[in-house]
C-alpha cells in the first residue's frame, strides 16, 4: 500500500461483478481499495488481476470477511490499521432464495436477505466511521431497481431499507463533510449475481424494459460511484441516483 497520503476505499464484495468493476475504477483513479468478501481466493484472484495492469503492485489489499457477522467485520478495521479511509463502499449483497412453506422459512428468507443487503453495509460503515475522513469523506450503498419498483420480495424490501438508511447516515455525517449516498442499478449482465436463475428470455426482457435497448454492465454503476466518491461530488448528499438505462424513470 502507498503513503498515508494515497486515498483509500474500501470495497466490499470489491471481488466480482460490479464491486470488482467498482475496486478497478478507484485503483485508475488513484485509491488504494481494500476488497471484502467471503472467497479469500476469489478476493486474491480479483487484487492480481487489478494491479497487474495497475503499475502500483500493493495497491489492493483483499481482506475475507463476512459482513454480516459483526466478530468478522474486525478484520476490516485491523486492515484499515491507522489509517483514514476516503470512501466506503457498501457493495456486498445479492438476492438470497429459499423455501418459504412455513413461517419459520418465511423468517429465515427474510433474514437472509435483511442480513446479505442492509446488515452487511450498516456493520462495515458503522466499523470504520471512526476512521473516515473529516471532512470530505464518501459513503454509497448499493441499492436495486426492485427498492424502486419490486420484483424481489425480501430482497426488495431489504434494498429499499438502505435508502431510509442513508437518508438518516447523510444527516448524521453531513456536519462532518461526508457524504452519504445510495446508487441503484437495473440490470447489470456479466456477474455472478443471477447464478443460474437467468435465462434468455429473462434477458431480453430485461433489455427491452431498458429505453437504450442494452443491458447494463459492471462498469456502468463503477462509474457512478466514482464520480460519488470523487472531489466533484461533495455537494451531492442524500440522494438516490439510478443506472437503469431508463427502466424506471426519475425516482
Ligand atoms: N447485477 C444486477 O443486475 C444488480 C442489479 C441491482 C443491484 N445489484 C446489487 O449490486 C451489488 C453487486 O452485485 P453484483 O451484480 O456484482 O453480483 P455479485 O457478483 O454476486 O457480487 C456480490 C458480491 O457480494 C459479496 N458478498 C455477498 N454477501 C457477502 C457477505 N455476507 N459478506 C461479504 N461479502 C459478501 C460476494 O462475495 P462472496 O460471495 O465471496 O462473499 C460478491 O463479491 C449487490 O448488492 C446487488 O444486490 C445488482
Given at each position: 500500500?502507498?503513503a498515508?497520503?494515497?486515498?483509500?476505499?474500501v470495497v466490499?464484495g470489491?471481488?466480482t461483478g460490479i464491486g470488482?468493476?467498482?475496486a478497478?475504477?478507484?485503483?485508475?483513479?488513484g485509491?488504494?481499495?481494500?476488497?471484502?468478501?467471503?472467497?479469500g481466493?476469489?478476493l486474491?484472484a480479483?487484487?492480481r488481476d487489478?494491479?497487474?495492469g495497475?503499475?502500483r503492485a500493493?495497491?489492493?489489499?483483499?481482506?475475507?470477511?463476512?459482513?454480516?457477522d459483526?466478530?468478522q467485520?474486525?478484520?476490516?478495521?485491523?486492515a484499515?490499521g491507522?489509517?483514514?479511509?476516503?470512501?466506503?463502499?457498501?457493495?456486498?449483497g445479492?438476492y438470497?432464495?429459499g423455501?418459504?412453506?412455513?413461517?419459520g422459512?418465511?423468517?429465515?428468507?427474510w433474514?437472509?436477505?435483511?442480513?446479505a443487503?442492509?446488515?452487511?453495509a450498516?456493520?462495515?460503515?458503522?466499523?470504520?466511521?471512526?476512521?473516515?475522513?473529516?471532512?470530505g469523506?464518501?459513503v454509497?450503498l448499493?441499492?436495486s431497481?426492485?427498492?424502486?419498483r419490486?420484483?424481489?420480495?425480501?430482497y426488495?424490501?431489504a434494498?429499499?431499507a438502505?435508502?431510509?438508511w442513508a437518508y438518516?447516515l447523510?444527516?448524521?455525517?453531513?456536519?462532518?463533510?461526508?457524504?452519504?449516498?445510495?446508487?441503484s442499478?437495473?440490470?447489470?449482465?456479466?456477474?455472478?449475481?443471477?447464478g443460474?436463475?437467468?435465462?434468455p428470455?429473462g434477458h431480453?426482457?430485461?433489455?427491452?424494459?431498458?429505453?437504450?435497448?442494452?443491458?447494463g454492465?459492471?462498469?456502468?454503476i463503477a462509474?457512478?460511484v466514482?464520480y460519488l466518491?470523487?472531489?466533484s461530488a461533495?455537494y451531492?448528499?442524500?440522494?438516490?441516483?439510478?443506472?437503469?438505462g431508463g427502466?424506471?424513470l426519475?425516482?
Open positions: 500500500m502507498g498515508e497520503r494515497q486515498r483509500l476505499a466490499s470489491g471481488g470488482a468493476a467498482v478497478r475504477g478507484l485503483v485508475a483513479d485509491f488504494d481499495v481494500l476488497v471484502v468478501g467471503r472467497r481466493d476469489v486474491a480479483a487484487a487489478i494491479t497487474a495497475s503499475g500493493d495497491a489492493v489489499v483483499p481482506v475475507a470477511a463476512d459482513l454480516t459483526p466478530a467485520v474486525s478484520a476490516v478495521v485491523d484499515v491507522e489509517r483514514t479511509v476516503d470512501a466506503v463502499v457498501n457493495n456486498a445479492g438470497l432464495g423455501p418459504t412453506g412455513t413461517l422459512e418465511v423468517a429465515s428468507w433474514r437472509a436477505n435483511l442480513d443487503n442492509v446488515l452487511t450498516v456493520l462495515l460503515t458503522e466499523a470504520l466511521l471512526p476512521a473516515l475522513r473529516r471532512p469523506g464518501r454509497v448499493l441499492s431497481i426492485a427498492a424502486q419490486g420484483g424481489g420480495g425480501p426488495s424490501a434494498k429499499a438502505l435508502h431510509g438518516d447523510a444527516g448524521q455525517l453531513g456536519p462532518d463533510q461526508i457524504t452519504v449516498n445510495v446508487v442499478p437495473g440490470y447489470v449482465a456479466e456477474t455472478e449475481f443471477f443460474d436463475r437467468m435465462t428470455e431480453a426482457r430485461r433489455v427491452a424494459a431498458t429505453l437504450v435497448g442494452r443491458a454492465v459492471p462498469d456502468d462509474a457512478a466514482r466518491v470523487g472531489p461533495g451531492v448528499t442524500g440522494q438516490v441516483l439510478g443506472v437503469n427502466s424506471v426519475g425516482r
